[in-house]
Nanobody
Framework: QVQLAESGGDLVQAGGSLRLSCAAS????????MGWYRQAPGKQRELVAH???????DYAESVKGRFTISRDNAKNTVYLQMNSLKPEDTAVYYC?????????????WGPGTQVTVSS
């Protein structure tokens, strides 16, 4: 059974930093794509960052240069380092995992962690 557990969400002032973590179990972590989506109130869920088993990354344009995704295969954990946070980064952040090349409809999701950025 796949389980994802996010942590690290908090209330932070604009310009501040947070690091989100997502611990995974029930998968062969080192073989899976991992990533983060976010959903703000009244908006659709959007991709924030993605990392492949080989460490290749992809980011939403809105977070490039501010956010960094990384993975620790020894700890079965993916991280999202968020710097220079803006009020528009306020959202629930969801971790996901999927087997390589699988469609997003087959992804597994965590319950989410709230990030609130005050101005």
């Amino acid at each position: 059974q796949v389980q994802l557990a996010e942590s690290g969400g908090d209330l932070v002032q604009a310009g501040g930093s947070l690091r989100l973590s997502c611990a995974a179990s029930g998968i062969i972590f080192r073989l899976n794509d991992m990533g983060w989506y976010r959903q703000a109130p009244g908006k659709q869920r959007e991709l924030v960052a993605h990392i492949t088993p080989g460490g290749s990354t992809d980011y939403a344009e809105s977070v490039k240069g501010r956010f960094t995704i990384s993975r620790d295969n020894a700890k079965n954990t993916v991280y999202l380092q968020m710097n220079s946070l803006k009020p528009e980064d306020t959202a629930v952040y969801y971790c996901y995992t999927r087997t390589v090349l699988a469609p997003m409809r087959d992804a597994k999701w965590g319950p989410g962690t709230q990030v609130t950025v005050s101005s």
